[in-house]
């Protein structure tokens, strides 16, 4: 089991008929500041979701972030609804503090069969390097303690902190680890580079994601060799009040779309 399994590892607990629950762990390796970063906690929803309804697809999934993710949680997973096409889910993730149950973060899904052949739009990946052709970014002081387990080749947009101007980057991203690409570890590399809103900033600031909705145009696990990068490419344009929008997507190796994802970005 690699790192990334490890984080996103479900135990089963008591369930019922409405109700899946799940215990899960976050530990300090995946922590962005006080815990775990979306990634993880959206990939975590994401293999709940997933068991609930295991014969249909994710086609999109929204988590709103309440509480730092620290220690041990759970996840209870309902089936709000099932259709002959959808099935629309919820979930919340809970953990003790001070004898309180708290709110961590919460989410809903849909997912769904296919119903229907026509297709139109790719959402052209930008014209890039190959991932082997670019160097491995060297994290330097400042990255949050989850970005040792990704490999980062940016090639797209700017570095955070430069006064761009545009919040704009990217470039190609894989697991340190090799392993299949499943809808779980896609949620956390989706989430695994900085804020597109930091280059348009002079100097470093905390930021944090309010909520992210992603939207997947591929049936998971991804038909692609372990080892395989994925290309990311992100942009804000426009922050308010310390608020930024971010729009991101994410191609295979083939720069196939798999995903996007949009999320508010709270600056501080």
């Given amino acids: 089991m690699t790192a990334l399994d490890?984080?996103?590892?479900?135990t089963?607990?008591?369930?019922?008929?409405?109700?899946?629950?799940?215990?899960?762990t976050f530990t300090a390796d995946w922590f962005q500041g006080r815990g775990a970063y979306g990634g993880i906690v959206a990939g975590l929803f994401a293999r709940a979701f997933q068991t609930r309804v295991p014969t249909r697809d994710a086609r999109t999934m929204t988590?709103?972030?309440c509480a730092p993710a620290t220690g041990e949680g759970t996840i209870e997973v309902v089936l709000e609804r099932e259709g002959a096409n959808l099935?629309?889910?919820s979930a919340r993730l809970t953990h003790l503090r001070r004898g309180r149950v708290v709110t961590v973060a919460f989410a809903t899904a849909v997912f769904g069969r296919d119903v229907g052949p026509e297709a139109y739009g790719d959402r052209v990946a930008p014209t890039v390097p190959d991932a082997h052709e670019l160097p491995i970014f060297r994290?330097?002081?400042?990255?949050?303690?989850?970005?040792e387990h990704f490999e980062f080749r940016p090639c797209l947009g700017h570095q955070a902190f430069r006064r761009a101007p545009e919040g704009h980057l990217g470039g190609w991203i894989r697991p340190v680890e090799a392993q299949p690409a499943d809808l779980g570890r896609v949620c956390a590399i989706l989430d695994a580079w900085p804020p597109?809103?930091?280059?348009?900033?002079?100097?470093?600031?905390?930021a944090a994601s309010i909520d992210l909705t992603f939207h997947f145009f591929r049936s998971f696990p991804i038909a692609q060799p372990d080892d395989a990068s994925f290309l990311y490419e992100a942009r804000s344009?426009?922050?308010?009040?310390?608020?930024?929008?971010?729009?991101a997507t994410l191609w295979d190796a083939e720069r196939r779309l798999v995903a996007r994802v949009r999320q508010n970005v709270a600056v501080f």
């Avoid at 994290?139 to 970005?147: A, D, I, N, Q, Y």
């Avoid at 426009?238 to 729009?247: F, H, I, L, N, T």
Wanted: overall charge negative; charged content about 20%.
């Fill in 12 to 24: 089963p607990l008591s369930s019922d008929d409405d109700t899946l629950r799940f215990g899960c």
């Fill in 6 to 10: 490890h984080a996103l590892n479900l």
């Fill in 237 to 247: 344009p426009v922050m308010r009040g310390g608020y930024a929008e971010e729009d």
């Fill in 139 to 147: 994290l330097t002081p400042g990255w949050p303690v989850f970005s």
């Fill in 63 to 65: 988590v709103h972030f």
């Fill in 196 to 206: 597109a809103v930091l280059p348009v900033l002079a100097d470093p600031r905390p």
């Fill in 87 to 89: 099935s629309q889910l």
